[in-house]
């Protein structure tokens, strides 16, 4: 199976995942694959990647890290009709953390 998210899609994620902190940049690069589809994560199993991740075309920046955040942690996966509020309050404010403009000087 593949993942690979049309290029007007892994443009605008490439986009902005260059802003998000080093560590999570490592982590994307090594362990998650692009698909596009609903907002939505998938731990994978068997897949090259460990975690799947599927975006609208039209998807906001913060939904990106949103869905990033969720693989970061760990979290067992999100279906649109099934979420854990807590996992979705855990995904949220780490990627308010991460889109949090540096301070400054
Ligand atoms: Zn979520």
């Known amino acids: 199976m593949n993942l690979h998210a049309p290029d007007i899609l ?7 995942i260059v802003n998000l902190p080093p560590a ?4 994307v690069e ?19 990647k460990k975690y ?7 998807c906001s920046e913060f939904t990106v890290a949103h869905e990033i955040a969720h693989a970061y942690l760990g979290h ?5 009709w099934e979420e854990d509020a807590n996992q979705e309050k855990e995904a949220d404010k780490l990627a308010r953390e ?3 403009p ?4």
Not at 10 to 16: A, F, N, S, V
Not at 30 to 48: L, R
């Open 52 to 58: 799947a991740i599927f975006l609208r075309k039209d």
């Open 24 to 27: 999570v940049q490592k982590f």
């Open 30 to 48: 090594e362990n998650v694959q692009f698909g596009m589809a609903w907002n939505s994560m998938i731990p994978t199993k068997g897949f090259k």
């Open 10 to 16: 892994m443009g605008r994620i490439l986009d902005i």
């Open 98 to 100: 991460w889109l949090k």
């Open 76 to 80: 067992h996966g999100n279906e649109p």
């Open 102 to 105: 540096a301070p400054t000087q």
